[in-house]
Structure formats: structure tokens, C-alpha cells
């Protein structure tokens, strides 16, 4: 047998860089800068004015002549756009289907967009006329649990992918309603709020949602639009950030990243329930924050809702330097069976 011939390192680097030179990549950041205020947990929201018309996550450039980092490279093109100080930020993965679209880049690139979760104070008015808050759950109506399950879950997606299961048939119809009961707590399985990447996957994959329809040409199967569409995968994203978000409620303390300097325990409590979509148990809550020796009373007290003033507390940063730092995990209540 004749000896294999080992292709040299100076014969490979024509054909790599040919391949370079006719693929174009750019590379860019999307943003998922989320903030809570009235209970309600927002996201900034870029309009679009093209064809599509979708809304958007920020989406900026990556220039390594100017950006040291992927991450200070955000923070300046967010800061420089929005004028917001961005506090606890967060890498979450990289987005590089073929076929992804965003505005500013050339027809034929291939678009890589490292995703980062970034967490900021109050949803103060935005200069840019395009950026706007807009409320989570416009997306994702399914995932908030706070006052009920909703009603969408039962009416139109069980029944929807009940039949999607069914198209299946043999094995495949199996598996696909197993996944069904683990992404929406079916038949005995408990809800998992942090599934909520999992769950949007199951509804593009039944063809459920418009970018589904959008991206392969088909009809909507359902009539009941289940939630506002979003542009190229940007709702992908956007759930990615939220599963992220909720998981790391339950073990690092970031939700004071989004808290005003003080607060109540009532404040604070409602704030948690906001991200995770779920109620929570008041006094397991507060036990929960006391173990912690996350937060230390001001001496003061605020009137709220027209009952007693309550106290008010702050978050003790300086605490958690050298210990593992809770988070909240805690018993939740109405969200237990679908």
C-alpha cells in the first residue's frame, strides 16, 4: 500500500484563502437589554421601516480596530446609541444560521451575531425614535403565569401540536407530543419557566409562529397569533436571553442589577415574579432573602398601595465577595400542572 501524502500547510493556504475571499462574514452584537418597571419586565425594541416591518433587537458592528473586547464593543455602540448605562451583561451565544438577516449588512455576508443579555435600571425615554420599551410578553404571551395559566396554552397551542404529533405517525408522533409535555408541563409534568427557548423551538418546528410560516413559505396553522413576530431570529434570541435570566435568578443575585438603590421586600418580591412569569410564596420569599444577607434595612419606611409603610432595604454588594451568592429559589405557586 503506498504511504498517504501529507498535503503541506503552504498547499492549503491558497485554497483557504479563496474560500475567505468569496465568503463574506460580518460579524455583529445583538443586544437583549432588558428592564422592569410596574411589575412588567421590558425589552428595547428597534422598529424597523423596511418591507418586513419586524421588530428588532439592537444590532451593532464589531470593529476589532476599535473594540478591545466583543463586550466593550457593545456597551460603546449601546451607550453611543441609547445613552444607556448598561450594569450586569452577560454573553449568551453565538447566532450563525444561514439564511439570518439584519439591516446595514451587505445581500451575499453571512451574518454571525454574538448574543449578549444586558440588564439596566428603569426604562427611561430613549432619543432615538426607532428604540422603544416594549413588554416581553407581547412575544412570548404563553410564558406569563403570574395571574392564571394562559388560556393560549389549552385553546390553541395544545390542540395545534396535538395534530402536528399526530402528522407524524409511527415513533416520530411519540416523540413529538413527549416534547410537548416536557416544554409545556402536559399531562402531569411540571412547568418549567426557564424552558422558554425549548418552547418557542417546539412552536417553529410545528409551524405555529409567523417566523415559522415567514421563513419557509408556509400558512400560519393556527388563527390565534401567538404573540408579535420579530425580525430574522431575533424572538430565538430574545427567548434564549429569558431562559438565561430566569435560571440565574435562582442562583446569583441579579435581579438587584434591575432594583432601585432601595426598596421594599414587597418591591423586590414582585420583581422576581415579573422575570420568572410565576407567583411566589410571600413568606418563603422573605425567608429566603433573610438567610441570603443579601439586603440590610435603611431605618426608613415608604407608604405603597395605600396600606402600611413598608421598610425599605438595600442590596449589600459588598456581601457577596467572598461566598457563593443565593439566589431565589423559592416554591412556586399556581404554575404546578398544566
Not at 5 to 10: E, F, L, M, P, W
Not at 71 to 80: C, F, M, N, P, T
Not at 220 to 225: F, G, H, K
Request: charged share 30%.
Amino acid at each position: 500500500m503506498p504511504p498517504k501524502t501529507r498535503v503541506s500547510a503552504k498547499r492549503r493556504r491558497p485554497a483557504v484563502a479563496e474560500t475567505a475571499a468569496q465568503h463574506s462574514v460580518v460579524i455583529g452584537l445583538n443586544a437583549v437589554i432588558v428592564t422592569v418597571k410596574n411589575e412588567t419586565p421590558f425589552v428595547l425594541i428597534v422598529r424597523r421601516r423596511d418591507a418586513e416591518g419586524a421588530d428588532g433587537l439592537p444590532f451593532g458592528p464589531f470593529d476589532p480596530d476599535l473594540h478591545r473586547t466583543l463586550e466593550s464593543g457593545l456597551k460603546a455602540w449601546v451607550e453611543e446609541q441609547t445613552y444607556l448605562d448598561l450594569g450586569y451583561v452577560e454573553q449568551l451565544y453565538t447566532f450563525g444560521d444561514r439564511g439570518r438577516r439584519d439591516t446595514g449588512t451587505p445581500g451575499d455576508s453571512r451574518i454571525i451575531s454574538v448574543g449578549y443579555l444586558a440588564l439596566t435600571r428603569g426604562a427611561r425615554p430613549l432619543p432615538a425614535p426607532d428604540n422603544v420599551w416594549h413588554g416581553w410578553y407581547q412575544y412570548f404571551p404563553w410564558e406569563d403565569w403570574r395571574g392564571h395559566k394562559p388560556s393560549s396554552i389549552d385553546e390553541s397551542i395544545v390542540p395545534a401540536i396535538r395534530q402536528w404529533a399526530n402528522e407524524a405517525g409511527g415513533a416520530g408522533k411519540q416523540e413529538r407530543w413527549d416534547r410537548a409535555r416536557l416544554c409545556f408541563g402536559l399531562e402531569g409534568v411540571e412547568w418549567d419557566e426557564e424552558k422558554v427557548l425549548e418552547r418557542y423551538e417546539l412552536l417553529y418546528s410545528a409551524g405555529l409562529v409567523e417566523e415559522a410560516a415567514r421563513d419557509r413559505g408556509l400558512e400560519r396553522r393556527v388563527e390565534v397569533s401567538l404573540g408579535e413576530t420579530m425580525a430574522s431570529d431575533h424572538r430565538r434570541i430574545l427567548a434564549t436571553a429569558m431562559g438565561r435570566l430566569r435560571g440565574k435568578l435562582k442562583y446569583r443575585p441579579v435581579v438587584f442589577e434591575l432594583m432601585a438603590p432601595t426598596f421594599t421586600l414587597l418591591q423586590l418580591q414582585r420583581t422576581v415574579e415579573a422575570i420568572s412569569g410565576i407567583r411566589l410564596h410571600k413568606q418563603n420569599f422573605r425567608r429566603l432573602v433573610e438567610r441570603g444577607g443579601l439586603v440590610e434595612g435603611t431605618g426608613k419606611r415608604t407608604a405603597s398601595g395605600g396600606g402600611r409603610p413598608a421598610e425599605e432595604f438595600r442590596f449589600l454588594r459588598e456581601a457577596i465577595g467572598d461566598r457563593p451568592a443565593p439566589g431565589f429559589r423559592v416554591r412556586v405557586r399556581g404554575a404546578r400542572r398544566g
